[in-house]
């Protein structure tokens, strides 16, 4: 039987048993190395990661913001322990909010551009607060980027999942987490640096720049050719289908693909289907899954990251120790990039619980058994307040709450972070998909709201050791809650998923 001129490119052909003549074969070979290699995919993958890059950038900007306009000498700009934890907390606001716009967005205006327009409230944003003169353009300004990151963490990676080749999916696929640490790694170093010789107004101004850049790269880039097939335009989704892969391949096969799977998934999911436990049990387990990850107190850290240093008075300057603590990040992300797919999801889960629990129990402990670090100064002070001053360093021991730290957000990058996101996409129903990935969001962000907000009345009431035992035992939920609950994906279909689902039995995991 002659092969067919359009032969899947999906799978690259084995070369130890070939169906094809050798000379089709290496054509397909060929075909599909150039596929892979063409510079347009990564080119437009990193445009739309950019985004990303000022997600992390703006999460952390209070981290090294705090400490200065607690003490600034102009009284409108000066942060008491309320103004300080409002700063810290409303980007999550914004965050919960743009992720649920980001539900209408990309149904209407598509991927690329509802990353583009997130570039509007995010340069304001960072606008107001570079000029501010008041604390409510420092708040605005928090909530704006806030609501600029939660688009761009809801449309980003449907963008690139949408764009990318099958056999780089998996790569590009953790750009966006590694982009974000990224960027809060660059921000706690500019937090250094750009305070040394200039004024922390420049934090800001540095912020807009890859807003600016994601905005201009996007202009050249395509939409998504399954957002285009779905308005309708498919002359215009295989133009863009042709640009990702490269004239000289066959992606008109992919194209045909694409279509189809478009075509069946166009029907929405109905209110009498929500009540299924095909339907809800995975959308259950997923919110569940947000909820104790934020519980585990992850945002709380990362934004009074170097307050929390001035306040268990570290060996090293806070600042040195924040960026410490975001290479650690950034390479515990690149190995659970590396590691989910060998290692499986629940073992991944299992190890994070346990290092953050053991992390944040440490943690508590030593502020508890610790002596303050200043003289005459009540362990119950405001953080804030602490952290107008240098730390003054007693011993080695004092490096326990920066090597607690790292071990806490090593742990959390190489399971609860990255996981939650790949189960989310891999458990839930493709039909339920969009509203309970919005659900999700939402309860991720009010969650982290809760916690930012009311992190710094806490310590000034009851003590720093307080909300890190209180974070240990919800990471010993985490662990309780993924033996119980949490089914193993690794090496199982999509059709295996749901029907572990849809009847309960075990042997479809297998």
């Not at 502020?367 to 007693?394: C, D, I, K, R, Y």
């Not at 930012?452 to 010993?476: D, H, K, M, S």
């Amino acid at each position: 039987m002659e092969p067919s001129a359009r032969e899947p490119l999906l799978r690259k052909p084995s070369s130890t048993y070939r169906t094809l003549p050798r000379s089709a074969a290496g054509r397909l070979d060929k075909e599909y190395l150039d596929s892979l290699r063409n510079e347009r995919l990564y080119l437009a993958a990193f445009a739309a990661v950019l985004g990303n890059f000022n997600f992390g950038f703006a999460l952390v900007y209070p981290s090294p913001v705090i400490p200065v306009l607690e003490a600034y000498p102009i009284p409108a700009l000066t942060l008491d322990p309320h103004k300080a934890s409002w700063f810290g907390s409303v980007f999550t606001l914004g965050a919960a909010a743009g992720g649920l716009s980001a539900m209408v967005l990309n149904d209407r205006l598509g991927r690329k551009l509802s990353i583009m327009f997130s570039a509007v409230p995010s340069a304001v944003g960072y606008a107001l607060m570079g000029s501010a003169q008041r604390v409510w353009m420092l708040l605005l300004g928090r909530v704006l980027t806030g609501f600029a990151g939660g688009v761009t963490s809801a449309s980003i990676p449907v963008y690139i999942s949408e764009i990318s080749h099958p056999g780089v999916r998996g790569l590009l696929g953790a750009c966006p987490q590694l982009m974000a640490v990224l960027g809060s790694l660059v921000l706690y170093a500019l937090g250094k640096y750009l305070r040394l010789v200039l004024d922390w107004r420049w934090l800001a101004v540095a912020g807009e720049v890859p807003v600016l850049a994601m905005i201009l790269l996007l202009c050249f880039m395509p939409n998504s050719p399954r957002f285009l097939l779905s308005q309708g335009k498919e002359d215009e989704a295989l133009r863009s289908l042709c640009w990702l892969r490269g004239k000289d391949t066959d992606y008109a096969q992919e194209y045909e693909q694409i279509k189809d799977s478009v075509r069946k998934q166009s029907r929405r999911i109905s209110c009498v289907e929500i009540k299924d436990p095909f339907i809800y049990k995975p959308i259950l387990i997923a919110m569940l899954m947000r909820f104790l990850q934020q519980l585990s107190g992850v945002t709380c850290i990362l934004v009074y990251l170097q307050s929390i240093f001035k306040k268990t008075s570290v060996i090293l300057k806070p600042e040195y120790d924040a960026a410490l603590v975001g290479l650690v990040r950034l390479f515990s992300v690149a190995i659970a990039a590396v590691s989910m797919d060998k290692a499986g999801r629940k073992i991944l889960l299992f190890v994070s619980a346990g290092i953050m629990l053991a992390s944040n129990l440490t943690m508590g402990l030593y502020v508890h058994f610790t002596p303050p670090p200043l003289n005459g100064t009540t362990a119950n002070e405001t953080l804030v307040s602490w952290a107008s001053h240098e730390a003054q360093p007693m011993n080695y021991v004092t490096l326990i709450p920066l090597l607690a730290t790292m071990f806490f957000i090593m742990g959390y990058a190489m399971g609860w972070g990255p996981i939650t996101w790949l189960l989310m996409s891999e458990i839930l129903p493709l039909k339920a998909r969009g509203v309970a990935s919005g659900l999700c969001v939402v309860v991720s962000w009010l969650t982290a709201f809760m916690l930012t907000r009311f992190f710094l009345p806490v310590v000034e009431n009851f003590g720093l050791e307080v909300p890190f035992l209180f974070f240990a035992v919800i990471c010993a939920g985490n662990f309780l809650f993924t033996g119980c609950c949490v089914p193993e994906t690794k090496g199982r279909s999509l059709e295996q998923i749901e029907s572990y689902f849809r009847t309960g039995r075990r042997s479809f995991m297998r």
